[in-house]
């Protein structure tokens, strides 16, 4: 089983910056793709970023060049840094890990955090 745990979110002004962090821990033999969704109120889920297990990495039109995403393999740890935060980038964001336990493969999810830009 893996468990994730976000951290990070918060509240900040438009043009500003945060860093959220993804820890997995628990049993498991390999964690494949690691991504970043978020979800604004009445809103359905949207995926913002993926990193692959070989370090490639994909994003959504409206993160492009403001987000980035990385992976420290060696800690378990997944990060989304956040430059330029709109109004619009309000949302509840989690991160998901698509790892291989007990011979299964399956998709985990954290339990989010919060992240609010306001003047």
């Known amino acids: 089983q893996v468990r994730l745990v976000e951290s990070g979110g918060g509240l900040v002004q438009p043009g500003g910056s945060l860093k959220l962090s993804c820890a997995a821990t628990?049993?498991?033999?390999?964690?494949?793709?690691m991504e970043w969704h978020r979800q604004a109120p009445g809103q359905s889920r949207e995926l913002v970023a993926t990193i692959m297990s070989g370090g490639g990495t994909n994003y959504a039109d409206s993160v492009k060049g403001r987000f980035t995403v990385s992976r420290d393999k060696a800690r378990n740890t997944m990060t989304l840094q956040m430059n330029d935060l709109q109004n619009e980038d309000t949302a509840r964001y989690y991160c998901?890990?698509?790892?291989?336990?007990?011979?299964?493969?399956?998709?985990?999810w954290g339990q989010g955090t919060q992240v609010t830009v306001s003047a």
């Open positions: 998901s890990a698509t790892a291989r336990a007990e011979l299964t493969v399956r998709t985990y």
């Open positions: 628990g049993r498991y033999e390999s964690i494949y793709n």
